[in-house]
């Protein structure tokens, strides 16, 4: 069974650049893609970013294309999401999924999430 746990969010201040950890555990097999959601209360989650656990091939969400970074520790098995330049309306709560190649990550695996607040 895929474990994730996301760490990283915080208060942060516009213009400020937040880096997210998920680290995950369990069958190579069920985590060949790792990718973040994002959900702010009320409205349906986002989906910004994925990568492919083995070849590294990225994947964006064109709403955040330049300013989202996703990458890979394949030795310490943790995926990181960088955001630069955030603004208000990054405030959500982030969430890392994961999945075998070819399911859905909505299908997959979730963590539990970590909140961004950015105040203006």
């Known amino acids: 069974q895929v474990s994730l746990v996301e760490s990283g969010g915080g208060l942060v201040q516009a213009g400020e650049t937040v880096i997210l950890s998920c680290v995950a555990s369990?069958?190579?097999?069920?985590?060949?893609?790792i990718g973040w959601f994002r959900q702010v209360s009320g409205k349906e989650r986002e989906f910004l970013a994925r990568?492919?656990?083995?070849?590294?091939?990225?994947e964006y969400a064109d709403s955040v294309k330049g300013r989202f970074t996703i990458s890979r520790d394949t030795g310490r098995n943790i995926v990181y999401l960088q955001m630069i330049s955030v603004k208000p309306e990054d405030t959500a709560s982030y969430f890392c999924?994961?999945?075998?190649?070819?399911?859905?990550?909505?299908?997959?695996?979730w963590g539990q999430g970590t909140q961004v607040i950015v105040s203006s």
């Open positions: 990568v492919d656990w083995r070849y590294g091939t990225e």
């Open positions: 999924a994961a999945a075998p190649v070819n399911t859905p990550l909505t299908l997959g695996s």
């Open positions: 369990g069958p190579a097999w069920d985590r060949e893609i």
